[in-house]
Nanobody
Framework: QVQLVDTGGGLVQAGGSLRLSCAAS????????MGWFRQAPGKERDLVAA????????YYADSVKGRFTISRDNAKNTMYLQMNSLKPDDTAVYYC??????????????????WGQGTQVTVSS
């Protein structure tokens, strides 16, 4: 089992940057596929980016490709999402999540068993 705490959200102007962090408890962080999701008001929760357990494979949704960078430090039990060139459409609650590797593509957004509490990102125009 793993517990996740995501932090780093805030209010930023369009074009600005934020870095989200997801700190995991326990000694098994390196065994999990990790993902960042976001949910805007009235919309479904969508997968933004995902990273394999060893960090060697990464997926980005088209909407954030080239602007966001996902990374992880297994020695620190932490995952990150560097968000650059932010747009008002990026406004949402961002959640980190973990799932046991299943052999499915990283673009598969289901099967995540553990979730952070969410951190609000607001981008003003």
């Amino acid at each position: 089992q793993v517990q996740l705490v995501d932090t780093g959200g805030g209010l930023v102007q369009a074009g600005g940057s934020l870095r989200l962090s997801c700190a995991a408890s326990g000694r098994t962080f390196s065994r999990y596929t990790m993902g960042w999701f976001r949910q805007a008001p009235g919309k479904e929760r969508d997968l933004v980016a995902a990273i394999s357990d060893d960090g060697g494979t990464i997926y980005y949704a088209d909407s954030v490709k080239g602007r966001f960078t996902i990374s992880r430090d297994n020695a620190k039990n932490t995952m990150y999402l560097q968000m650059n060139s932010l747009k008002p459409d990026d406004t949402a609650v961002y959640y980190c999540a973990a799932r046991v590797p299943s052999g499915r593509s990283l673009s598969y957004g289901r099967g995540y068993d553990y979730w952070g509490q969410g951190t609000q990102v607001t981008v003003s125009s």
